[in-house]
């Protein structure tokens, strides 16, 4: 039996306690919603399935709920010590959180349920890092220009991946160069750095803007440098298709270069605001 349900809880868990499950693994919520409401029906049954087998078997249903009283603990769900018994102290406190988090109340272990467990640990792990100011040279601006900042979404941040780029272009190569370091908050946070090279299409005495770059998987964008005052965009098509790209939502993005503690300072209350979603605290 391949143990869905037992790695998408206890990988979240046991990971964070130094237990080592290995790499984290796509949940459900990151299927793809065009013909992924399909791929996420068929995902849930399977859950489902497994969760019923999983029944059958008393040490790895044990697991599970050990996990399940983990997290509920963590939430201020009053459970503990942790036996790995759905008795009735974990059945009313799952009955409680399901009630405050809008699930069909049921005062038991189900998919919908363990999966918004993780989601709201993930809430509780995420990274807030310090980002580095906006910064901007353009005195030369007829030669060159370099920028450095944070990315923002325009509509504001909502996604779990903070970017922090500078951005230098030479008039003379016609070329932007893009050196751009990425937190990918989740399970497991981990650090990219790459480099995009954008090829110029216009620069003139107001603005810069690029070439569609075509070199990020799933994505086509265009760079927009304002020069008075500077303002960098960046604009995003994502592309789902076939393959690697099939779980990706297809949407336009519009991204802006802004100030890292700024941005440092919005994500700390949004944050704030969501733990205190979380957590059962006594009135």
């Given at each position: 039996?391949?143990?869905?349900?037992?790695?998408?809880?206890?990988?979240l868990?046991?990971?964070?306690?130094?237990f080592?499950?290995?790499?984290p693994?796509?949940?459900?919520?990151?299927?793809?919603?065009?013909?992924?409401?399909?791929?996420?029906?068929?995902?849930?049954?399977k859950?489902?399935?497994?969760?019923?087998?999983?029944?059958k078997?008393?040490k790895?249903?044990?697991?599970?709920?050990?996990?399940?009283?983990?997290?509920?603990?963590?939430?201020?769900?009053?459970?503990?010590p942790?036996?790995?018994?759905?008795?009735?102290?974990?059945?009313?406190?799952?009955?409680?959180?399901?009630?405050?988090?809008?699930?069909?109340?049921?005062?038991?272990?189900?998919?919908?349920?363990l999966?918004?467990?993780?989601?709201?640990?993930?809430?509780?792990?995420?990274?807030?890092?310090?980002?580095?100011?906006?910064?901007?040279?353009?005195?030369?601006?007829?030669?060159?220009?370099?920028?450095?900042?944070?990315?923002?979404?325009?509509e504001?941040?909502?996604?779990?991946?903070?970017?922090?780029?500078?951005?230098?272009?030479?008039?003379?190569?016609?070329?932007?160069?893009?050196?751009?370091?990425?937190l990918?908050?989740?399970?497991?946070?981990?650090?990219?750095?790459h480099?995009?090279?954008?090829?110029?299409?216009?620069?003139?005495?107001?603005?810069?803007?690029?070439?569609?770059?075509?070199?990020?998987?799933?994505?086509?964008?265009?760079?927009?440098?304002?020069?008075?005052?500077?303002?960098?965009?960046?604009?995003?098509s994502?592309?789902s298709?076939?393959?690697?790209?099939?779980?990706?939502?297809?949407?336009?993005?519009?991204?802006?270069?802004?100030?890292?503690?700024?941005?440092?300072?919005?994500?700390?209350?949004?944050?704030?605001?969501?733990i205190?979603?979380?957590?059962?605290?006594?009135?």
């Open positions: 039996m391949s143990h869905m349900l037992m790695t998408i809880l206890m990988l868990t046991f990971s964070q306690l130094g080592g499950f290995g790499p693994i796509a949940l459900a919520s990151d299927a793809p919603t065009n013909p992924a409401n399909n791929s996420a029906t068929a995902m849930k049954q859950a489902d399935q497994e969760l019923a087998m999983l029944r078997n008393p790895e249903f044990r697991t599970l709920v050990t996990g399940v009283q983990i997290f509920l603990g963590r939430f201020g769900y009053g459970v503990g942790f036996t790995g018994q759905l008795d009735e102290a974990t059945k009313q406190a799952l009955t409680t959180y399901q009630k405050k988090t809008g699930l069909s109340v049921t005062g038991d272990v189900n998919f919908e349920t999966q918004r467990l993780t989601e709201d640990d993930q809430v509780l792990n995420r990274i807030v890092p310090y980002l580095p100011p906006f910064q901007s040279r353009n005195d030369d601006w007829d030669k060159w220009i370099d920028v450095q900042g944070s990315w923002m979404l325009k504001g941040n909502n996604d779990d991946v903070l970017r922090t780029s500078r951005i230098t272009c030479m008039r003379e190569f016609q070329r932007c160069i893009d050196s751009t370091a990425s990918v908050n989740g399970s497991a946070p981990y650090l990219k750095v480099t995009h090279v954008y090829d110029i299409k216009e620069w003139d005495d107001h603005k810069i803007v690029s070439l569609p770059y075509d070199g990020e998987g799933c994505a086509i964008s265009i760079l927009r440098i304002s020069k008075n005052p500077v303002v960098v965009t960046r604009f995003v994502l592309q298709s076939p393959g690697a790209c099939v779980k990706v939502k297809a949407e336009d993005r519009q991204y802006v270069l802004d100030d890292g503690p700024k941005i440092y300072q919005v994500l700390k209350v949004q944050k704030s605001a969501a205190q979603q979380i957590l059962q605290v006594a009135q």
